[in-house]
């Protein structure tokens, strides 16, 4: 077979996405630490509404998702499956939230972080997935598939129903967005980036799963992480605006809550599936540097 035909591997992230990972985590930090410590400065002249729900942002950001960018990346350089394919999702993450400080937050003097680390996440997120499909192939046929496929498949499809009863709803009424108002912004960015990307990709992901395709595999893991981490912001935000003297709207924290606890179970059971079976010498990849 001639020698461009042979798939080699060396089964770990490969060093420049690791590079970037860790880097968007790194800017990533010091962007959250500098919004938490001069919030004031920074969302000022946004709504209360946009206000708290940046902090509660960076809350996150700061102590959850820009570490386990770069511990994620690490690991997953040193061959952990488990971390690779976590860090796609943690990266999903951080490329949509970016997407919303740029677009959506008042020009300021964290607007060329933001915009660093959106492009990190992004080249990152991409890299990072076609680098993983090929080491995903031992796990078709042999990790979780129906619980973790239909999971995303409903999760997806009920955030999306709930986003067109919404939008069909100010449609209908000839009122603006209700969403936009609330944050002052022409559209609603959360709308835009979920029905266009990341619900369709979750979905997609579900599907592919329970099919047993590669891909379904490759992203499963990755798609749970990002569902996960987007209800904390939720969780966090009525936190925030209590302390605020705003409006807290506890509502929400209950199904949140609750579909964070039931994504944080299936993510475990899925993960537990992918550790790796070991291999005979005559199927070990030949080694390669990343």
């Not at 990346?73 to 970016?98: D, E, I, P, V």
């Not at 972080?113 to 076609?130: E, M, N």
């Not at 079976?277 to 390669?288: A, G, I, L, N, Y």
Request: some cysteine.
């Amino acid at each position: 077979m001639p020698q461009d035909h042979v798939q080699v591997s060396s089964g770990r992230l490969p060093r420049i996405w690791t590079w970037l990972s860790a880097s968007a985590g790194v800017l990533a930090f010091t962007g959250s630490v500098l919004g938490i410590l001069q919030p004031a400065a920074i969302y000022g002249r946004e709504t209360d509404l946009l206000f708290n729900a940046a902090l509660a942002q960076d809350v996150v950001n700061g102590l959850l998702v820009s570490p386990l960018l770069v511990i994620l990346a690490f690991l997953a350089r040193r061959g952990s499956m488990g971390s690779w394919l976590s860090l796609a999702g943690c990266l999903g993450f951080t490329a949509y939230n970016y997407s919303i400080y740029a677009f959506s937050i008042q020009f300021g003097p964290l607007f060329l972080v933001w915009t660093a680390v959106l492009g990190l996440s992004v080249f990152a997120l991409a890299g990072t997935l076609a680098s993983v499909v090929p080491e995903a192939a031992h796990l078709v046929g042999r990790t979780a598939t129906g619980l973790t496929g239909w999971v995303l498949i409903v999760t997806s499809a009920l955030f999306t129903l709930l986003w067109l009863n919404e939008i069909f709803g100010d449609l209908l009424t000839g009122a603006p967005s209700r969403s936009a108002s609330s944050w002052n912004v022409p559209t609603s960015p959360v709308h835009v980036l979920d029905l266009a990307f990341f619900l369709p990709a979750v979905f997609t992901s579900g599907v592919l799963l329970i099919r047993g395709h590669v891909w379904g595999h490759a992203t499963a893991v990755g798609s749970l992480v990002f569902l996960g981490l987007t209800t904390l912001p939720i969780l966090v935000t009525p936190i925030i605006s209590y302390l605020r003297e705003s409006p807290a709207g506890w509502g929400m924290m209950m199904p949140i809550g609750a579909l964070s606890i039931a994504l944080c179970v299936v993510f475990i059971r899925q993960l537990r599936s992918t550790r790796r079976q070991p291999r005979s010498p005559s199927m070990e990849p030949v080694p390669v540097h990343g």
